[in-house]
């Protein structure tokens, strides 16, 4: 060991330094605090959040033709796609439900929808009180989420 590596371990540089690193970010100026939920902190952009099944934007019919391939996709099963067969055989969706207690957000389901009808948005407020309140039909996942906009 030379002088030098002596030195600095008496007067304990390399602990000093340490800690004046640490104490650099006690600043005041330094601290910041994100003000959720007055602002919603933005997200990821390829985030997968709440589940939404998306209407042609002039028609307002849905995009979905019922193909059944979300459903498929999904490795926790929890998608249930229903529909009937209209006069003239084509299929028409009945009723769709997205059990999101049970989903992990792998976005399969959305991977696998030949039309971009289902998409998981950016929305991350889908906490509830009650399991079946993490049962989303058709009509919840059409509306889309509702994220709460909070005031003072
Ligand atoms: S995100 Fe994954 S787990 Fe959730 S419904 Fe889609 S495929 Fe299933
Ligand atoms: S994959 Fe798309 S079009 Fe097919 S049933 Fe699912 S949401 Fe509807």
Redesign the pocket.
């Known amino acids: 060991m030379d002088w030098k590596d002596f030195f600095r371990k008496i007067f304990l540089i390399d602990l000093i330094k340490g800690l004046r690193l640490t104490f650099s970010y006690q600043r005041p100026d330094a601290i910041y605090t994100e003000q959720y939920p007055l602002e919603r902190p933005p997200v990821a952009e390829r985030y997968r959040g709440a589940p939404r099944?998306n209407n042609h934007p002039e028609s307002g019919e849905t995009?979905?033709?019922?193909?059944?391939?979300?459903?498929i996709?999904c490795p926790e099963n929890l998608?249930v796609?229903g529909w009937a067969r209209t006069e003239d055989r084509k299929k028409r969706?009945t009723t769709?439900t997205y059990d999101l207690s049970r989903c992990m957000f792998c976005g399969l389901?959305e991977d696998?929808?030949?039309?971009?009808?289902?998409e998981l948005t950016q929305d991350f407020e889908i906490a509830n009180y009650s399991r079946e309140g993490m049962i989303w039909d058709r009509q919840a996942l059409e509306e889309g989420p509702k994220p709460a906009r909070y005031t003072r």
């Open positions: 099944l995009l979905c033709i019922a193909c059944n391939l979300c459903s996709a998608i796609v969706l769709f389901c696998a929808c030949p039309v971009d009808a289902l």
